[in-house]
């Protein structure tokens, strides 16, 4: 993407060039998707499909035919082609709406998605061709979840505890008011018509308010999200359009059964409180559960990296039908699990698989919506409408105004009982932001047509409230918000001055609390934080973090995060005040002792016969083995790093010329290869610098040169025993460490130059071993086989000689 | 006991109290009865004991401070006008009330007056700075013993570095104010109680 805007977004094309592309993007995927279409129709008889009857092939024989060189058979691949055929069209559309900034800062990209979907589908019409409906049960079982999933797993916390009271009381008691007060007028609407409206029974009325009026989380994650509105607002909004859901499937199946009866009680209405308590508690029942199992698998996924994102997803998929096949509220149970799973999976899964899930999310959410509001422009098209003036309008007319005195109303109940008061302007947007979506659409989709006739009545006007919610509502929430000066997001760095000061200012108000004998919001929260750090982190989280403070773990995320910056940006940042990560670039400086040439080629044919012998020991080839590299052993070794600080510096600058180790060669785990090797290269040495001292601590630690991988030892000894060809011993304690030196005072005198060319050899050796170390990860990258034929060595030789 | 305690109290003492903190008539009974239950020895004064058979305040790790804020400086009890004023600093702000008095100075309950609450927490010296002892002991009482020195002290050094406009290795007051900007402590440090 940032290459794409650079190659089109220089200020030198002009806009009309953009425009132009942005059409032929347009069109061409049009083209695709409409030929799909077309060819889902044309081609349904024809072909030779796999399962040819073996009658026709009977037939095929007798008469000898040309070998077909080509032939099609698109049936075959059908309905996956034509997924990814509509997904690719979803994301070039993204892709060229950003292509022309200046739209897309006007007109949010919800709008600008329907109209394509409108193009489009208007283009598969004019083609003769039936436009696809959204389908409700694609729209619940696949297009939704990610969205509600990415919502729930990055639901900021705090501020949702603190407001959410007044979410419930916004999502419940809203929404039941928004449903009757819209059912009951227009009801009222309807009989004072007359006609053929009179004949719309009042319970048709009363399901219809309750599917218009639920706030749609799709529409107001996409809008919102662009207006960078602040934290308050904005989960005020987005969190009543998630917890309503469960207002709105009550309802919906309330009054579902109530018209397939056609007689009400005040039983079933007691019933349908009932129904909706357990509705909601049992969607985050169920929800809770799937991620307590899900944080107590991320317990034991240490051995097994690859796939630990593919957990947290499957486990809050299947939260989520869990709950739809019970009828319980599926969006709660999936922010259920995220919100429980959350804490324990990020203190046991690695850095990666962080940024795995988090792009993963982020990616399936993305298409969904999109996808989303483009079947939704489809849709249109596609459906046959009936278009009723005065229902239509009624309904837009009552939504507006059902929204604005339910706001207005519920705030002045609310703000008894807040600290910071809602203020008009805060109502204004909480009003103004009740968008409606493509929730509300499928589910008058799905009302059964027997017992709903005007049913393509209600698809008509709940499109149509659609439509006006997201253009008119959402283009211009952005210049009202300019407008009326709300405030906005604020550019947050969360630092650990605030981080220490909330947890303090947490305590002293718990402290507080319990002086004046009140049990408060802090007393429980605090009681809540005891109960998970005594019993339920000690189940859930694997290993040391299970003990670690929340002050700690912030901690070093943040200087994890601080080093990815620092290696990023290649250079370091003042305020860091230790170093735990160093950049990479600074390993490259390197004291490199002028060689003549002669010496040069005698050290590659050593380094050649050497390197020949390691490429067979080393470790199989496997797909799944994660690579590492220092960052994420890092986190590991955090704690261990911060005792060694001292010595890091010295590292950095020898340490290619020193490899020792300092334990007995045990098979560590592949994780902590790399570090290790680092941090015992100067458990001995202290910080000498100059040369003559160098050379002389150099040459017997090399020649211990155990390298921590299991592996890689037998390589280094090879090694040492080619370089170093006056020493005899080939045992790897300390007693061949004497026994060189020893050797080496003896040979000392014959022949400086032999024991500065060896260690020099040993120098460069070790300095290409460590290359080694550095570059072998890398190599893993391609598929290597074990064995290696001439031909590449002689290349990995002259790479490393040259 | 209601009766009997409420008499203790007289309305005088009320009106100047509730001139001071801000506080309703209610809630001044209600907090009386609470210092009252807190008073075992009936003397009219609590002293730290009493403090510290609250429970819950014993698990707290900032119990002790949090006790010794509501006494004076080197006294030992606290009566029930010293009870009111510290917790005063944890009224909710109200937005009417910047328009009463523009000459009663600033209300116990502003933002500033909260945050010089929370800064004389882990001033202990009083010299108008959190040095770096103060920040350690601090986060040693929040994290607890499993970690080493080693770190808290590059935690510590980190804060200071993060917050230190003016060099000296400390945070003052300003500087402690400045980096609690973003977070919301009108809502942060009230509780709803006592509204």
Not at chain 1, 120 to 128: A, C, D, E, N
Not at chain 1, 165 to 170: E, K, N, R, S, Y
Not at chain 1, 636 to 663: C, F, G, I, N, W
Not at chain 1, 671 to 684: D, I, K
Request: aromatic share 8%; net charge negative.
């Amino acid at each position: 993407m940032p290459a794409l805007s650079q190659v089109f977004g220089g200020p030198r094309r002009s806009p009309g060039m953009r425009w132009s592309l942005l059409a032929a993007v347009l069109i061409l995927s049009v083209i695709a998707s409409s030929t799909a279409a077309s060819a889902i129709h044309t081609k349904q008889g024809n072909g030779t499909t796999p399962h040819t009857d073996p009658k026709t092939n009977g037939t095929i024989t007798h008469t000898k035919k040309a070998f077909p060189v080509l032939s099609v058979n698109y049936d075959y691949v059908r309905m996956p082609f034509e997924i990814s055929l509509w997904i690719l069209l979803a994301s070039l559309m993204k892709l060229g709406f950003h292509l022309v900034p200046r739209l897309s800062g006007v007109v949010p990209e919800s709008c600008l998605l329907i109209v394509v979907g409108l193009l489009v589908g208007g283009l598969i019409k004019l083609m003769g061709e039936h436009p696809p409906v959204l389908d409700s049960k694609l729209f619940f079982l696949c297009l939704l979840p990610p969205i509600i999933l990415d919502a729930g797993y990055f639901l900021p916390i705090r501020p949702f505890t603190e407001n959410v009271g007044t979410i419930l009381m916004f999502a419940v008691v809203g929404t039941l008011w928004n449903a009757f007060f819209m059912g009951l007028m227009l009801y009222g609407v309807c009989q004072a018509e007359g006609g053929q409206l009179g004949e719309v029974p009042l319970l048709s009325c009363l399901i219809f308010g309750s599917i218009v009026s639920a706030v749609d989380p799709v529409a107001v994650l996409a809008v919102f999200e662009e207006i960078h509105i602040n934290e308050l607002l904005h989960i005020l909004v987005f969190g009543e359009s998630l917890l309503n859901d469960a207002v709105t499937v009550v309802l919906y199946h309330l009054f579902e059964e109530f018209a397939n009866e056609g007689v009400v009680t005040v039983a079933d209405a007691f019933l349908g409180v009932i129904c909706f308590l357990v509705v909601s508690l049992g969607g985050i029942l169920v929800g809770a559960i799937y991620g307590v199992l899900g944080a107590f698998t991320s317990r034991f996924t240490s051995h097994t990296r690859v796939i630990e994102p593919l957990f947290v997803f499957l486990y809050s998929y299947m939260a989520y039908l869990s709950a739809e096949v019970f009828h319980l509220s599926g969006i709660m149970a999936l922010i259920a699990c995220g919100v429980v799973m959350r804490p324990y999976v990020e203190a046991n899964i690695s850095h990666k698989s962080y940024t795995t899930i988090k792009y993963f999310l982020k990616m399936w959410s993305s298409v969904s919506e999109t996808l989303i509001f483009i079947f939704l422009g489809v849709s249109t098209v596609a459906g046959q409408h009936v278009w009723n003036w005065t229902f239509i309008i009624t309904t837009i007319f009552l939504c507006l105004i059902s929204r604005v005195l339910g706001v207005v109303g519920l705030t002045s109940v609310i703000n008894r009982f807040r600290i910071v008061k809602l203020t008009s302007k805060d109502q204004f947007i909480v009003a103004y932001g009740g968008l409606r979506g493509a929730i509300a659409f499928s589910l008058v989709y799905l009302l059964p047509e027997d017992h709903f006739p005007m049913k393509n009545m209600f698809l008509t006007a709940i499109i149509t409230v659609v439509f006006f919610t997201v253009f008119v509502q959402g283009m211009t929430i952005r210049p009202l918000v300019e407008l009326l000066a709300v405030k906005k997001k604020k550019e947050t760095k969360h630092s650990i001055n605030e981080e220490i000061h909330i947890q303090f200012l947490d305590h002293l108000l718990t402290g507080i609390e319990d002086v004046c004998g009140h049990y408060g919001h802090h007393h429980w929260k605090d009681k809540l934080s005891r109960f998970n750090k005594a019993y339920v982190k000690k189940w859930l989280i694997g290993g040391e973090r299970s003990m670690e403070p929340q002050l700690i773990s912030f901690y070093h995320k943040m200087e994890l995060k601080q080093a990815l910056m620092m290696l990023e940006s290649g250079g370091p940042t003042p305020n860091v005040s230790m170093q735990n990560i160093q950049p990479r670039r600074t390993v490259q400086e390197r004291l490199i002792p002028r060689l003549s040439r002669g010496r040069e080629e005698e050290i590659r044919n050593i380094l050649r016969a050497n390197l020949q012998h390691t490429r067979q020991r080393l470790r199989s080839y496997s797909r799944h083995t994660l690579f590492d590299d220092p960052l994420e052993e890092e986190e590991e070794d955090l704690s261990e790093a911060q005792m060694r600080k001292k010595r890091v510096e010295m590292h950095r600058r020898m340490s290619h010329y020193l490899t020792v180790p300092a334990k007995p060669p045990t098979s560590p785990p592949i994780r902590r290869v790399r570090f290790e090797s680092e941090n015992q290269v100067f458990g001995s040495t202290p910080g000498s610098t100059a040369s003559s001292r160098f050379q002389v601590s150099v040459v017997p630690s090399i020649q211990l040169t155990r390298a921590p991988i299991a592996h890689m030892e037998q390589m280094s000894q090879d090694s040492v025993s080619l370089v170093d060809e006056s020493s005899s011993s080939q045992q790897q304690d300390k007693q061949q460490q004497q026994q060189q030196q020893g050797g080496q005072q003896d040979s000392e005198t014959g022949g400086v130059s032999t024991s500065t060319g060896s260690s020099l050899g040993a120098e460069l050796s070790a300095s290409e071993r460590e290359q080694d170390h550095l570059r072998l990860p890398r190599c893993f990258s391609d598929p290597g086989p074990n064995k290696i034929d001439e031909e590449e060595e002689e290349e990995e030789g002259d790479r490393f000689g040259s | 006991m209601g009766s009997r305690a409420s008499s203790l109290l007289r309305e005088e003492d009320i009106e100047e109290i509730k001139k001071e903190t801000g506080f309703s008539h209610s809630q001044i009974t209600r907090l009386y009865s609470r210092f009252h239950s807190l008073d075992k020895g009936e003397n009219g004064a609590l002293s730290r004991e009493d403090f510290q058979r609250i429970p819950e305040l014993a698990i707290n790790p900032l119990g002790d401070r949090i006790i010794n804020a509501f006494f004076p400086e080197g006294e030992d009890q606290v009566n029930f006008r010293g009870f009111m004023r510290t917790l005063a600093h944890f009224r909710p702000v109200e937005d009417n009330e910047k328009n009463k008095d523009p000459d009663a100075g600033e209300p116990l309950n502003s933002r500033n007056n909260k945050l010089l609450f929370a800064f004389r927490l882990y001033d202990l010296d009083r010299d108008d700075k959190i040095s770096r002892d103060e920040l350690l002991q601090v986060l040693r009482m929040m994290v607890g013993v499993n970690i080493s020195d080693e770190q808290l002290g590059s935690i510590a050094d980190r804060t200071i570095q993060e917050a230190d406009a003016n060099g000296d290795m400390c945070i003052s007051f300003s500087e402690f104010i400045k980096a609690l900007e973003k977070v919301d402590v009108e809502q942060k440090m009230s509780i709803r109680f006592l509204h």
